[in-house]
């Protein structure tokens, strides 16, 4: 990671997801950034709260699967797109997809919730239910494009999605121009290495720490083992960090390796507390992976010098769960 080294020229630069804001405006929103009087003294400092949750398919994936939609030749278009998914890059492919006229076929493993299920499925998207993992789900991807011909759009490992979910990050450094410290969440690497790129490209002094949950944090464990390792997939609240980063990974490792300067690991709890401060402090309602943020804050592992912002990436919960978790169930057992 970036703390105590020089930081390497990433993989996908400012300039790019500079193109990619033009690309695609009109098709997203600008998310606001607001100050979180309830988040502050945790900190000692004044904290601010990227609402990306409130996205038009309800988190940050709408970014990057726009930009590469729009990035597609003609020929391309008309072959259709195909994903593997834990959810939110399924519906957000699914809504792009669906605004050119396109095909889209999402494929998922059983680990997905239902809600996101029917939400890629409402948009007129076709769904492959696949194994027990993000690897499961891959597996049938590759095998659609070699018979199908249709295009592979991961849901963070290539240019143009990294380049799309950067966008976020130069909002947010246009929002809050003096802002010491960006929290991310942390899978896959495809938001935090666009965030981080964008942020750092005009912020050098910022530094951008990933949060994750401690139950099969690829990025983590791959980080720490110098190269992209497999990490088993395991149940979690905050559902939308699983999956591995690929063991053939060519952006997002080497960009939050050499761009990040931290990584938080959180456990079931400490992400509940997150998702139930968001609701009853905030008045927000966000899923697992977009309370992490939060959740690091409240968990009293974060420090920070100046002005923070916390990335709030997404609010496709059940809403059943989300019940429990604000009604205080504990999830340290259930999810062991």
């Given at each position: 990671?970036?703390?105590?080294?020089?930081?390497?020229?990433?993989?996908?630069?400012?300039?790019?997801?500079?193109?990619?804001?033009e690309?695609?405006?009109?098709k997203?929103?600008?998310?606001?950034?607001?100050?979180?009087?309830?988040?502050?003294?945790?900190?000692?400092?004044?904290?601010?709260?990227?609402?990306?949750?409130?996205?038009?398919?309800?988190?940050?994936?709408?970014?990057?699967?726009?930009?590469?939609?729009?990035?597609?030749?003609?020929?391309?278009?008309?072959?259709?797109?195909?994903?593997?998914?834990?959810?939110?890059?399924?519906?957000?492919?699914?809504?792009?997809?669906?605004l050119?006229?396109?095909?889209?076929?999402?494929?998922?493993?059983?680990?997905?919730?239902?809600?996101?299920?029917?939400?890629?499925?409402?948009?007129?998207?076709?769904?492959?239910?696949?194994?027990?993992?993000?690897?499961?789900?891959?597996?049938?991807?590759?095998?659609?494009?070699?018979?199908?011909?249709?295009?592979?759009?991961?849901?963070?490992?290539?240019?143009?999605?990294?380049?799309?979910?950067?966008?976020?990050?130069?909002?947010?450094?246009?929002?809050?121009?003096?802002?010491?410290?960006?929290?991310?969440?942390?899978?896959?690497?495809?938001?935090?290495?666009?965030?981080?790129?964008?942020?750092?490209?005009?912020?050098?002094?910022?530094?951008?720490?990933?949060?994750s949950?401690?139950?099969?944090?690829?990025?983590?464990?791959?980080?720490?083992?110098?190269?992209?390792v497999?990490?088993?997939?395991?149940?979690?609240?905050?559902?939308?960090l699983?999956?591995?980063?690929?063991?053939?990974?060519?952006?997002?490792?080497?960009?939050?390796r050499?761009?990040?300067?931290?990584?938080?690991?959180?456990?079931?709890?400490?992400?509940?507390?997150?998702?139930?401060?968001?609701?009853?402090?905030?008045?927000?309602?966000?899923?697992?992976?977009?309370?992490v943020?939060?959740?690091?804050v409240?968990?009293?592992?974060?420090?920070?010098?100046?002005?923070?912002?916390?990335?709030?990436?997404?609010?496709?919960?059940?809403?059943?769960?989300?019940?429990?978790?604000?009604?205080?169930?504990?999830?340290?057992?259930?999810?062991?």
């Amino acid at each position: 990671m970036a703390t105590g080294r020089s930081i390497m020229m990433p993989s996908v630069t400012l300039r790019d997801i500079q193109s990619a804001r033009e690309r695609i405006a009109g098709k997203v929103e600008r998310t606001p950034t607001v100050p979180s009087p309830s988040l502050s003294p945790h900190l000692g400092a004044p904290v601010y709260l990227k609402l990306e949750h409130r996205q038009i398919t309800g988190s940050f994936k709408l970014r990057g699967a726009s930009n590469a939609i729009a990035s597609l030749n003609a020929e391309e278009k008309a072959r259709g797109v195909v994903a593997a998914s834990t959810g939110n890059h399924g519906r957000a492919l699914a809504h792009a997809a669906k605004l050119e006229g396109m095909r889209a076929t999402i494929c998922m493993s059983r680990l997905v919730p239902q809600n996101k299920l029917d939400e890629i499925r409402w948009l007129g998207a076709e769904i492959r239910i696949v194994g027990n993992s993000q690897d499961d789900a891959q597996q049938e991807v590759d095998r659609l494009v070699a018979e199908d011909g249709l295009v592979m759009l991961p849901p963070f490992d290539h240019p143009d999605i990294i380049a799309g979910q950067g966008t976020l990050g130069l909002e947010i450094i246009e929002q809050i121009a003096g802002a010491a410290l960006v929290l991310v969440p942390l899978s896959g690497g495809g938001l935090a290495a666009g965030v981080a790129a964008a942020v750092k490209g005009v912020s050098p002094g910022t530094k951008v720490i990933g949060v994750s949950m401690a139950r099969g944090a690829a990025m983590k464990a791959s980080l720490d083992a110098g190269h992209p390792v497999l990490v088993e997939e395991l149940p979690t609240l905050a559902d939308s960090l699983g999956g591995g980063v690929g063991l053939d990974n060519r952006l997002t490792f080497s960009m939050c390796r050499d761009l990040l300067n931290d990584v938080i690991l959180l456990s079931e709890d400490e992400i509940a507390a997150g998702i139930r401060h968001a609701y009853e402090q905030e008045r927000e309602i966000v899923e697992g992976a977009g309370a992490v943020c939060i959740a690091a804050v409240l968990a009293g592992k974060v420090r920070a010098s100046g002005p923070t912002v916390l990335i709030l990436s997404g609010r496709n919960i059940d809403m059943t769960l989300h019940r429990k978790v604000v009604c205080g169930e504990s999830f340290e057992e259930s999810a062991a």
